[in-house]
């Protein structure tokens, strides 16, 4: 599997240097997540690294990456194509980059939209990409913040956020991320 310092050496490599600076930012916060949640840094660390290795492709790659690996890809083109990084990462992560833990793929998978039974790692991931330090909009310093103290109810209030925002300027909402609230709205407020 690849290691930490490859991941981050493959990130600096393939995306331009704002997208670097990001993944980096995601790094740092997930990683402090971790310590304050009891999961595992070095997870968090790699999946951080890793989780927009396929942002900046072509969409035609994208495509690409599905159709060859059309079981992992699953019906992914049928969801809204801002979403279909995360999957595309999350299949290089295992064919290209040898990181055959389930738990680190599933957090690049969704960290864009969540999903149903998020784990400690797949809320740490979504929420460290959502606040992440460059990103400046009003609500990102709270859920810095928030974040190292409930992560579960952080989680439900980013996919809140991500739900009204996509409305407000009319994009679609993938499935995922709707269900992925309502379930974690049941979990945690009964």
């Known amino acids: 599997m690849i290691t930490i310092d490859e991941a981050k050496r493959l990130a600096k490599k393939n995306l331009s240097a704002k997208r670097y600076e990001h993944v980096c930012n995601v790094r740092k ?3 402090r997540m971790a310590e304050a949640h009891g999961a595992d840094k070095d997870k968090a660390a790699l999946a951080a690294l890793l989780h927009d290795i396929a942002k900046e492709l072509p969409k035609e790659k994208v495509l690409q990456i599905f159709e060859e690996h ?4 699953g019906n992914i083109v049928e969801r809204p194509s801002s979403v279909w990084h995360g999957v595309a990462a999350a299949i290089l992560a295992k064919t290209e980059y040898g990181v055959h833990d389930e738990e680190i793929l ?7 939209t969540g999903k ?6 797949d ?5 460290a990409d959502m606040a992440s330090l460059e990103r400046t909009y009003q609500e990102a310093e709270e859920l810095r913040r928030e974040a190292m ?22 994009k ?6 709707l269900l992925a609230y309502a379930e974690q709205r049941a979990q945690y407020y009964g």
């Open 106 to 112: 599933s957090a690049i998978a969704c960290h864009t």
């Open 116 to 121: 149903l039974h998020m784990t400690k790692l």
């Open 70 to 73: 059309a079981i992992m890809a």
């Open 29 to 31: 916060l997930a990683v």
């Open 149 to 170: 103290q409930d992560l579960d109810r952080t989680t439900i209030k980013g996919l809140g956020l991500s739900i009204e925002w996509l409305k407000a300027a009319g």
């Open 172 to 177: 679609a909402v993938d499935e995922q991320t």
């Open 123 to 127: 809320k740490i991931i979504y929420l």
